[in-house]
């Protein structure tokens, strides 16, 4: 069974600054990884998927990779403002299962300081 | 551009109440899902429906039901209301060729069982 982790819960980093956020998963044969936002009280907002055949993906300030030999996969914040202060969540589609459902971890609780 | 969308947004119910939640997406996803998500815990798959007249338990089905009439729409029904399904619940779809795609999600219902 695939168990998505993300280290660490929360993180409070200075405006500016660049960030990694982690996540690891158990089970190496998935179809993709999907990365979202979420806004206090607000629903999850995608930010990057990135297939099992590709290595990385970019929008803008954000770059997510994958490594699916050593379970892992983060996501890269750069120059960080505080209207990035949300949870971030990375969940895995693994073959087999419920049909391409989303496995989640528990999310990284970032706080940027102006 | 609306998405996928849910109705209510907050909903206080009585134990032993029941009452359905609405999602509904304009994208002709087939793909459907229904997650809860408790505090300080990764979202966990309810029911989902990979098409109409065709839905599946998830990893927590116990009191719920669902229904899939239509492409649109995949209503999640409570029953007998208990204050362990106080939660926030989303609804999410993803086009065909569920596990390499990119999945979308509501704005959440927040439910709370007195």
């Known amino acids: 069974k695939q168990e998505v982790t993300q280290i660490p819960a929360a993180l409070s980093v200075p405006e500016g600054e660049n960030l990694v956020l982690n996540c690891s998963f158990t089970d190496s044969a998935i179809y993709n990884l999907q990365w979202f936002r979420q806004d206090p009280g607000k629903g999850l907002t995608s930010l990057l998927l990135i297939q099992s055949s590709q290595r990385e993906q970019t929008s803008g300030r954000l770059n997510a990779s994958l490594d699916k030999s050593s379970g892992r996969s983060t996501l890269y914040i750069a120059a960080s403002q505080p209207g990035d202060s949300a949870t971030y969540l990375c969940a895995s589609s693994n073959y087999g299962g419920s049909q391409g459902n989303l496995i989640f971890g528990k999310g990284t609780k970032l706080s940027v300081k102006p | 551009n609306a998405g996928v969308t849910q109705t209510p947004k907050f909903r206080i119910l009585k134990i032993g109440q029941s009452m359905t939640l609405q999602c509904t997406q304009d994208?002709?996803?087939?793909?459907m899902y229904w997650y809860r998500q408790d505090p300080g815990m990764g979202l966990k798959l309810i029911y989902y429906s990979v098409g109409a007249g065709i839905t599946d338990k998830g990893e927590v089905p116990n009191g719920y039901n669902v229904s899939r009439s239509t492409t649109e729409d995949f209503p999640l029904r409570l029953e007998l209301a208990a204050p362990s399904q106080t939660s926030v619940y989303f609804c999410?779809?993803?086009?065909?060729?569920?596990?390499?795609?990119?999945?979308?999600f509501g704005q959440g219902t927040r439910l709370t069982v007195v």
């Open positions: 994208m002709n996803h087939n793909y």
């Open positions: 999410a779809s993803r086009r065909q060729g569920a596990g390499d795609t990119e999945a979308f």
